[in-house]
DNA sequence: TTGAAAGCGATACCAA
DNA sequence: TTGGTATCGCTTTCAA
């Protein structure tokens, strides 16, 4: 491989004047430039990016932590990231953290060795205690989940009124025996995002004098898979719920798909809400009524939170960013 | 940030000492790997990789090269690969090139530059003329997609037979009128993936004596939308097939998904087969019946290839690996 | 077992 | 406008 020596060398010129030329800078004549170009093309030269990361102190790339590549929320999160960071240059370096505290600790390392220019996170999986002590080894946003005490710069939704709107929808058509169904949990720990959640079906709930049942709250239910598990269980159930509240539409599917297993329809013996408004939303039968997130949109914003954050670090008053929720209405409620 | 010379100073050693207590080097004493330590410990100190990188020139990152984040196929083939990277302390860097030339080539130069220790190419968008310059430059693999010219080490399936069974089983089903659904196409560029599927529904078409027709073949269909639109298409046609052979899950799921919409049955009125056994395949009312792929081995397979080669990069005896593919019926045909 | 010092490849300051 | 050279932070040979 050669070096900015050796086409100096071809150029019969100094290595400073082809990094100038390499970099675009003023000052040197178009006749070394030519020379130098030719040198480069002769020599099928590029400059080596460690030793540019090395001098500059910039890597041009950041790190986004999902949980899981498969899960096709994080897909449309990671896309609309990669849209954003890809127009200002940036590589994407991508972290799975399998909902594993280990796992997201290591990858938060990248920020220490200096691997990476910043952090977009799309979850939490450790106390934010833990976390804290990275946020000064570089910027670190936050995007669709999020923690009270973090004070960092952060893309989020009001999932409370999530919660609220989808479980005042099913009470408004009539339901009032309702399940909730909990997102993944690691030890007692459990999402902010689900808990928020939690807290807007149990308002709703209150609200209309429904009380609170706590053999319908389901736990770790993330996936297609895992919502049939739900139906089932509901099937065991003495005094089964009538509505499920799911926390995507990746879960909802999986209760319709394994309701018409089970030989229930859809909405009028089990009616079911989702999140996220994903394709699948539309394409199950009955399609699914859903608490829509711009899940591009979001992505997005946290990709232009955070050059932001990385290009003008010293301006703390980066703003935090708040999207809409609302629900869309289908024929599974 | 500290470096290695302040963790040297502070422990009272030199910088090679430190850098051996780094790097797990023997011939270091107990008591002077204690003292590093306890330096590293009290400065905070994690060393810089991109001093790393371009002392030791390996960088422990490869580059995936994947057309769209949210193409499920793709997510699937990510995550298999990330897994057996993540085994072996690889890094990965993510390359959407939005079925763009461009974009690829540009993405090409990560090897140049030697910003990644090797790349996977899921799919190919430039003729292979142009990426065949690149291979000179580091290890290039290619996983799903291939090209009769490439050379390099490659873990795909017989697409021409998954073609074939697929069009063989509508056949033996009764369907004699079969369409034939082509991939994403750029300019006059065909994936060969798609290419040589199209050749196996063509030689079961002539086996039974079945003509080809070519209003019944349509292109750019890649995701669940233009599925619904290739089924709006077929209204239109006086002649319409009344048997479809898709190129993925999710265009099939497109094609129930509006056939439901326009009342038409499936099978009865329409049948469908789709490729990849996503899990949507299971989804859909009815279920897909599937050219089954193993997503997740396929990526983890290409991992596992690109990681010899990366190791053992004199010896070119790296086997290419073929993975075989069948059929699974559901109520969709 | 430890240390001194030469590089890895590029950039940018200071002089000319 | 151009060149010499120190520097970014770490690894590794060679000598001690």
Redesign the interface.
């Known amino acids: 491989?050669p070096t900015i020596a050796d086409v100096a060398k071809l150029a019969g010129l100094s290595r400073a004047t082809v990094s100038r030329v390499i970099n675009n800078h003023p000052y040197v004549s178009e006749e070394k430039k030519k020379l130098v170009r030719e040198a480069m093309d002769a020599l099928n030269f590029?400059?080596?990016?460690?030793?540019q990361?090395?001098r500059s102190q910039k890597?041009e790339?950041i790190a986004v932590f999902v949980p899981?590549?498969?899960n096709?929320f994080f897909?449309?999160l990671?896309?609309g990231i990669?849209t954003v960071a890809?127009d200002y240059g940036y590589?994407?370096?991508?972290?799975?953290t399998r909902y594993d505290k280990e796992k997201e600790l290591n990858f938060l390392?990248?920020l220490?060795?200096?691997?990476v220019d910043g952090i977009i996170l799309t979850s939490i999986e450790n106390n934010w205690e833990k976390i804290k002590n990275f946020t000064e080894c570089g910027p670190i946003i936050l995007c669709n989940e999020y923690d009270d005490q973090a004070k960092i710069p952060s893309v989020r939704l009001d999932q409370e009124y999530g919660g609220y709107i989808g479980t005042r929808h099913f009470i408004e058509k009539g339901y009032t025996k309702i399940a909730y169904c909990r997102g993944f949990c690691r030890d007692q720990f459990v999402s902010r995002i689900s808990a928020e959640r939690e807290v807007g079906y149990k308002r709703a709930l209150s609200e209309f004098g429904l009380k609170n049942r706590k053999e319908w709250v389901f736990e770790n239910v993330s996936d297609?898979e895992s919502g049939r598990q739900v139906l089932r269980k509901i099937l065991l159930l003495k005094d089964p719920p009538t509505a499920v509240f799911t926390g995507s539409d990746q879960v909802a599917?999986g209760i319709?798909?394994e309701a018409?297993t089970c030989g229930l329809r859809v909405p009028e013996d089990i009616a079911v809400i989702g999140f996220d408004n994903q394709?699948?939303a539309?394409?199950?039968?009955p399609p699914i009524t859903t608490i829509m997130q711009p899940m591009q949109e979001i992505g997005q914003q946290a990709g232009k939170l955070l050059m932001d954050v990385i290009e003008k670090k010293d301006q703390k008053d980066v703003e935090d960013i708040l999207l809409s929720l609302h629900l869309i209405e289908r024929a599974s409620t």
Do not use: F
């Open positions: 491989m590029y400059p080596n990016s460690s030793a990361k090395l890597t790339t899981l590549l498969t096709p897909a449309y990671l896309e990669d890809h590589q994407l370096l991508v972290c799975q390392r990248l220490k060795t200096k691997q297609v599917a319709i798909n018409a394709p699948i539309e394409i199950t039968v």
